[in-house]
RNA sequence: GCGGGUGUAGCUCAGGGGGAGAGCGAAGGGUUGUGGUCCCUUAGGUCGCGGGUUCAAAUCCCGUCACUCGCCCCA
């Protein structure tokens, strides 16, 4: 048992995942600027309120998840749970969105939740997130929904958009008055468990993972009933949008968001890894920026678990390209010119400053992969040359101390 | 916040009241400057922690902590 333990909930991670961490990211900031967005960092801690006020004092991410904490003059802050608050923050403090600096945005980083860790949830995790400000026009949903499905495609990750729209205030709020009252109806037809929410949240009932509940709930009236002809109308276009893009969606009727403060359209990536089963996830907020003190300006955008797209991404792990073998202390001063003769020319290689046993150092090499070894001993030292072995069929050959010979045996002269 | 499973060597795990085990890995040797295969040898453990039952506990009981899977919630 080690002294010392990370906290619960939280993860180091090694090398392998970095790698996919940084291939994530970095092909994220490029598909998104293609698609003209911004990249942004903002703080990863803020006002609580701001997050009570945006995500809602309902939820279940502000009401027991969040870690607070009070500054030196007792001000109330709290690590960020999700991203669009802080980021819809930032956009109104800057006046982003009367410049020229773009009025959609990504950003990528840790966040925090309490919560009882499993497969794909921790408590401090990494999403990656992109909203789009500005436009209520039916193509910015498809464009954000199309970024996040790119991603996914891109990372050769299988997934399906889940979608469904919340339709506007008026019609939601009709329709959670009619599924409230069917529920109240039938409440042997859904899992007692869910029971709770059909006052608080009713919603939330519809995407419950209790099979009663699944069961049941297909008979209570579906949202799209009581959507508007200009509802449907904005649904069927953003089909066809997500079609003519070759989009793999499926309209989910149960697709609800947890977030208080989506309106209109949601959407989901799931793939099927276990519970945990959610990619990422967004929708629209048309409300969220004008309740922040922003103007009243329509956005969508979305959020993805970074944790959860690196283990489902299939990367071979990583190896070095070319271990270095200086033989002994005299060798070793000798080697580091050379060694950094190698690094300024763009050759990746690795030093055993620690190992002067030939056959150990081979061994270590073997069994991380390496695919060259450059041996540098005595015997090379007074015949001013290099040995230069293949790993993997064990030819080696000695070459004069020159970068064109290093690169050529090293097959990287083309 | 609730429920299940698991904690024994660096790793994966077997054992289930009376000797602390295997495989892999590590270290050394066969091969003093040549890895992968093979052979030999060695090291490494308060059996998560605390308490209880017992002549005797890794083993049974209680508690606790950690990990893990699920519920809730959500990315």
New binding site residues.
């Given amino acids: 048992?080690p002294k010392y333990?990370?906290?619960?909930?939280?993860?180091d991670l090694d090398e392998n995942t970095t790698f996919k961490f940084e291939v994530i990211r970095s092909l994220f900031l490029a598909i998104s600027r293609f698609l003209g967005y911004s990249h942004v960092e903002i703080p990863i801690f803020e006002k609580t309120n701001l997050f009570e006020r945006s995500t809602?004092e309902s939820?279940?991410?502000v009401t027991?998840?969040m870690y607070k904490f009070q500054d030196k003059k007792n001000r109330e802050f709290a690590l960020r749970p999700?991203g669009t608050p802080g980021l819809i923050r930032a956009a109104i403090e800057n006046n982003w969105l009367n410049s020229h600096n773009g009025d959609k945005f990504s950003y990528f980083g840790p966040?925090f939740?309490y919560?009882?860790?499993?497969?794909?949830?921790?408590?401090q995790?990494?999403?990656l997130g992109a909203e789009s400000i500005g436009s209520n026009n039916v193509e910015s949903d498809a464009e954000s929904i199309y970024l996040l499905s790119f991603l996914l495609k891109e990372l050769e990750i299988k997934h399906v958009i889940k979608l469904n729209s919340l339709g506007e205030q008026e019609e939601r709020l009709r329709y959670i008055e009619s599924l409230q009252q069917w529920l109240t109806n039938n409440k042997t037809k859904i899992?007692k468990?869910?029971c709770i929410?059909i006052e608080k949240?009713p919603l939330?009932?519809l995407?419950?993972?209790?099979p009663a509940?699944v069961k049941g709930i297909k008979e209570a009236p579906k949202i799209h009933e009581f959507w508007t002809k200009e509802t449907s109308d904005r649904f069927k276009k953003l089909t066809n949008l997500l079609e003519a893009a070759n989009v793999n969606y499926q309209v989910d009727e149960f697709l609800v968001?947890?977030?208080d403060y989506y309106t209109s359209t949601v959407f989901?990536?799931s793939g099927h890894?276990?519970?945990?089963?959610?990619?990422?996830?967004?929708g629209r907020y048309n409300n969220l920026i004008s309740e922040l003190g922003g103007k009243n300006i329509p956005a969508i955008g979305?959020?993805?678990?970074?944790?959860?797209i690196a283990s489902a991404l299939k990367i071979d792990q990583i190896k070095p390209f070319c271990i270095f073998i200086p033989?002994g202390e005299k060798c070793r001063e000798k080697a580091f010119g050379i060694i950094s003769k190698m690094w300024s020319n763009s050759v990746s290689v690795k030093p055993y400053w620690n190992e002067?046993?030939?056959?150990?150092a081979?061994?270590?090499?073997?069994?991380i992969g390496?695919k060259y070894?450059i041996?540098?001993?005595?015997?090379?030292?007074?015949n001013n040359t290099l040995?230069i072995?293949?790993?993997?069929?064990?030819?080696?050959k000695e070459i004069p101390i020159n970068m064109s010979s290093i690169m050529s045996a090293l097959g990287l002269d083309e």
Avoid: H, W
């Fill in positions: 048992m333990q990370k906290p619960k909930g939280t993860r809602g939820s279940e991410i027991k998840q999700e966040f939740r919560e009882r860790p499993q497969k794909g949830r921790y408590r995790f990494f999403q899992a468990e869910d929410n949240n939330r009932i995407d419950s993972k209790k509940t968001r947890g977030l989901e990536a890894d276990g519970a945990q089963d959610a990619y990422g996830g967004g979305f959020a993805c678990g970074v944790d959860r033989l002067s046993n030939l056959g150990k081979l061994k270590r090499a073997n069994s390496s070894v041996v540098f001993g005595e015997k090379e030292m007074q040995l072995k293949n790993m993997k069929n064990g030819d080696q």
